[in-house]
């Protein structure tokens, strides 16, 4: 199913969506299940197409928001409905919040000679902050953003045109910690390649470590765990791959993460 998100979210569906993610909070985030709808923001994007087809294979629910209701219908399961919109216009974001429970933001602007309007600031940046705040208001349950690894290094990175796919994604974490929704923030190392045979998922929290690698495969799993999991609600961490057997359960990975310090606490 396609739909166009420009009508009015139906008032039934979000005094549901709102009660649900209210009671939910305040008992703790319960762990994620297939009857739940996910919302996919990027959907079409390497990263996003990863996440949608483990979703399905999962049984989930899920909705993918794209620009493109074609290249939507292309590249993702039939199962999938498709939510066409634009994170960089709120009126057709918010639409697609309704009856979410959670979201996975994967989308990104151009690094390179990117057009105008659709640069980090106009994607990584303003358009996630569209995400966040309607996400907010819908009462969505818990917020997965994929952000990047180097973020701690925005100013000074090595490769000047990553400075501000970096900063606009720092901006963006920092909307999202201080919105008051639950939230996992997942910053991937350099992407790229297939899965090795024997590898295992890393999480870490060392700043000025050195840069890692992971696939686009991988940091979907790792967000798809996160969803509803209260071990990684609060929390940002890097993910790559080393050496070692593969990860099958990842609720004692997100318990050794620190929390985030409170929005504004030094």
Known sequence: MVTHMTAAPSLRRGFLGALLALLTLASGAAPAAPADLV?????????????????????????????????????????????????????????????????????????????????????????????????????????????SGGIEQADTYPAEFMRPVLAAKRDSE???????????????????GEPRAQSRIVLRQEPGAPFGRITRAEVAQVCIAALGSAAARGKTFEVLTGDGEAVTDFEPLFAAMQADPPPGAK
């Open 174 to 192: 920092n909307h999202l910690r201080s919105s008051g929704l639950a939230y996992t923030i997942v910053r991937p190392g350099g992407l790229g």
């Open 39 to 147: 919302l996919v923001v990027g959907a079409t994007g390497r990263t996003g197409i990863e996440a949608v087809g483990q979703l399905v294979a999962k049984g989930y629910r899920v909705r993918a928001f794209a620009r493109s209701a074609e290249k939507a219908r292309a590249s993702l399961p039939a199962s999938v409905e498709v939510a066409v919109g634009d994170v960089r216009d709120p009126a057709t974001v918010a639409p697609a919040m309704q009856g979410v429970r959670y979201v996975i933001s994967a989308i990104g602007g151009g690094a390179r000679n990117a057009a105008i309007g659709n640069g980090p600031a106009d994607v990584d940046r303003d358009g996630n902050i569209h995400l966040i705040d309607a996400a907010r208001r819908a009462g969505v349950a818990h917020f997965v953003l994929v952000s």
